[in-house]
């Protein structure tokens, strides 16, 4: 079955610190691969997709098939950044999105 | 231009009542998807429409639930004989095609609280 894995459920670091919300999918054929991210009283919404290999707000994400990993990292935290943040897939083009559990990152001031 | 709408926002209703959902998604969205958002959950995938069809409804928790879509737009999903464990925020999100190649864009959702 497909799965994505969000280890961490709370992940809480310093204003400035790097941060790294980790997400492991369980490999089959060739995913598309996303980061969606709900902040406080706000509807989710699409941060990044690994097909773009865009930096949105600082964030980044690269996919590594060898590990099946798709991290989301940025170098120095701001405060804003506390919100929800989603890992996602589908199998193809033509498929449904698989969401994962979900990280809550808190950004400490 | 309007996004998602999900009405209503909140309900609550008693155990052993039936609830229906709605979503208005964005006009020319021909997909459109349903999600239950509970804590600890995270957001768990529940049916999703490609114009009126539902290609696949493996997310469906029982068959106490079911959804509809018509006209190629608006969809209502309904929950029959609602249980405690029905308690969620139930979201909506709709995209220009399938999942694969576009966005999605979410409605605000509706919490559902049974008693």
């Known amino acids: 079955a497909q799965r994505v894995t969000q280890p961490e459920k709370l992940l809480s670091v310093f204003k400035g610190a790097p941060v790294e919300l980790k997400c492991n999918y369980s490999?089959?054929?060739?995913?598309?691969l996303f980061w969606y991210v709900q902040y406080s009283r706000q509807r989710l919404q699409l941060l990044l997709r690994?097909?773009s290999r865009e930096s949105i707000k600082g964030f980044t994400a690269d996919l590594n098939k060898g590990e099946t990993s798709f991290h989301l990292k940025k170098p120095f935290a701001q405060e804003e950044d506390s919100a929800m943040y989603y890992c996602?897939?589908?199998?193809?083009?033509?498929?449904?999105?698989?969401f994962g559990k979900g990280t809550r990152l808190h950004i400490l001031p | 231009g309007a996004g998602v709408s999900q009405s209503p926002s909140n309900k609550v209703t008693e155990k052993g009542k039936d609830v229906e959902l709605r979503c208005d998604p964005i006009?020319?969205?021909?997909?459109l998807y349903w999600y239950r958002q509970s804590l600890g959950q995270g957001l768990e995938f529940l049916i999703y429409?490609?114009?009126?069809?539902?290609?696949?409804k493996s997310g469906l928790p029982s068959d106490r639930f079911s959804a509809e879509r018509t006209g190629g737009s608006v969809s209502t999903l309904t929950i029959q004989r609602t249980q405690q464990e029905d308690s969620a925020v139930y979201l909506c999100?709709?995209?220009?095609?399938?999942?694969?190649?576009?966005?999605?864009?979410f409605g605000p959702g509706t919490r559902l609280t049974v008693t």
């Open positions: 999100a709709s995209s220009l095609s399938l999942a694969g190649e576009y966005e999605q864009y």
């Open positions: 490999y089959s054929g060739s995913p598309e």
């Open positions: 690994h097909i």
């Open positions: 996602a897939r589908s199998m193809n083009r033509d498929d449904k999105i698989i």
């Open positions: 006009s020319g969205h021909t997909a």
């Open positions: 429409f490609q114009g009126n069809s539902a290609p696949d």
